[in-house]
């Protein structure tokens, strides 16, 4: 994330958006960093179970959940355009006013996808590797939860791990602590679709833990052509399905911050008819889309027949009704600035806006009917999102100082707080995970440190005489019972767990 943040939120470029939802944080193990994950799950779950979820929310049951599937941001015609909205808060710059600015963030939120997932792509093919310690830290008034928390904090993980997709496997090295004290070192091998363990502490062979061909299937992410395609095809589908009659742009005045702007409303207007042919359009689009078809076939690894299929049902349960849906995006003639932006859904039991109204020169307040549940706020280092929507508060918040980067997440519900902050600095750097339960009284952290490794090749131990979980023999167990038992930090451990046990009430040491 070596990329200031713009100081206009209607500007903020694709370099940005790479950096705000690239690699930092998932790189934090050095294993995994594929966000492809996050669009296999959504397929698997609109396609493979669902299928009526694609229409946009419609499903085959009573009539009282289908009104109910019709929430605002259950509508999947709202949901895309008001997802249109938001992105184009970030994604318009450079004027272009002869250009439809929805279209315009369509292919811009197309490029922005297409782009990451490259990046992405060329990382997992990359080398990685890095290297955490991690510590807990339990604080507690109970007295119980004392006994427990004396031990946890005890306790610290060493880990180093590292991976290739391209030569298929991931390397783990675990050393376990207890008040400073070394209790078990251990190490993991995938090596295309075996894994092995290997803990010479207390045994002599490595162990092959498990084998299957379906493990190889871990590394297919290192292509990424199907989700390119995906993303391409879909772009062309929903822009396709937005006609241009359905647009309008005129030149208004409003009033922001007090003073009168003159600005371009852009907007997109919809009656019942027009979403009914939508909805439609976008299914008939995919049903025709031999590409499309056959890589979200090849992603949610399914049959073709199957996909048509599922297709076709959603298709078939889409309904005509009343809904109406009107969207707004008010940018400045003179600086291109976003101004204002609002989405308006009603009918078919439904009558709410989503709207995003200037409050300061860097902060939009986010309304929902009128009722401010949260505001963004963006400037040259800095961006954050406050919601406080129903007795849940969410704070995200991104800082930027040269090479540095602080990430905060924290949100409260039903009296739970949970918070988490990295702070990164050019791959190194810290990670606190805090979940505070004041009615248990129960207040825990997980500290972390990081810091990448410039690896060309992932480490591996000899497998060459290994045996087969399986195979171990109770001699084999008992000679490793024996070395256990010769661990003094290891029994320390012990002692203090039983201790705990023996302490709670119905024990034989009550």
């Excluded at 004027?95 to 963030?105: D, L, S």
């Excluded at 204002?340 to 986010?366: C, P, Q, R, W, Y």
């Excluded at 000899?462 to 001699?475: A, P, Q």
């Amino acid at each position: 994330m070596n990329q200031e943040f713009n100081n206009d939120p209607s500007k903020i470029t694709q370099e940005n958006i790479d950096n705000s939802i690239g690699t930092t944080p998932s790189n934090v193990t050095g294993v995994e960093n594929n966000p492809t994950n996050v669009v296999q799950t959504n397929i698997d779950s609109s396609i493979g179970t669902n299928p009526s979820n694609i229409a946009g929310g419609f499903d085959n049951g009573p009539v009282m959940e289908e009104k109910r599937s019709k929430t605002p941001l259950l509508i999947g015609l709202g949901v895309i355009i008001v997802f249109l909205i938001g992105i184009g808060v970030f994604f318009y710059f450079n004027g272009h006013k002869t250009q439809n600015i929805y279209y315009k963030t369509i292919d811009e939120f197309a490029d922005a996808l297409k782009e990451n997932v490259g990046t992405v792509n060329k990382e997992v093919k990359d080398v990685l590797g890095s290297e955490m310690e991690l510590s807990l830290n339990l604080k507690t008034n109970d007295s119980d939860m004392k006994a427990l928390a004396n031990i946890l904090n005890k306790l610290k993980l060493t880990v180093n791990a590292e991976a290739s997709a391209k030569d298929k496997k991931i390397y783990a090295s675990v050393g376990a602590k207890y008040n400073n004290g070394n209790l078990i070192n251990g190490e993991l091998l995938v090596n295309n679709n075996s894994i092995y363990g290997n803990v010479k502490d207390l045994y002599n062979r490595p162990i092959k833990l498990y084998e299957d061909d379906a493990l190889s299937e871990i590394w297919n992410v290192t292509d990424t052509t199907d989700y390119d395609t995906i993303i391409t095809e879909m772009a062309k589908i929903i822009k396709s399905s937005l006609k241009e009659e359905y647009f309008t742009k005129t030149e208004e005045k409003i009033t922001v911050l007090g003073s009168e702007v003159a600005v371009y409303n852009h907007t997109l207007k919809l009656n019942g008819d027009q979403i009914y042919e939508i909805e439609n359009a976008l299914m008939d689009g995919m049903l025709n889309d031999e590409a499309l078809l056959k890589a979200l076939a090849n992603v949610a690894e399914i049959e073709m027949s199957e996909l048509k299929t599922n297709l076709t049902d959603a298709k078939s349960s889409i309904e005509k009704d009343d809904r109406t849906l009107e969207s707004n995006i008010y940018v400045n003639k003179k600086n291109d600035k976003l101004e204002m932006a609002n989405v308006k859904i009603s009918g078919a039991g439904v009558d709410e806006t989503l709207a995003l109204n200037k409050s300061a020169e860097d902060t939009f307040d986010i309304l929902v009917s009128n009722t401010k549940v949260g505001t963004f706020t963006n400037t040259e280092n800095n961006m954050e999102l406050k919601i406080n929507y129903e007795d849940t508060t969410l704070n995200f918040q991104i800082t930027k100082q040269g090479n540095s980067t602080d990430i905060t997440i924290s949100a409260e519900a039903e009296g739970i707080t949970m918070e988490l902050i990295l702070s990164d600095n050019d791959g190194a750097g810290t990670l606190k995970l805090r979940i505070n339960v004041p009615e248990a009284d129960v207040d825990l952290t997980l500290n972390a440190t990081y810091k990448e490794k410039d690896i060309n090749k992932v480490t591996e131990f000899s497998t060459s005489n290994y045996i087969k979980l399986e195979d171990m023999t109770e001699n084999d167990y008992n000679s490793m019972m024996e070395k256990l038992q010769n661990n003094q930090n290891l029994l320390n451990l012990i002692q203090d767990i039983m201790s705990i046990e023996q302490s709670l009430p119905g024990s034989l040491g009550m």
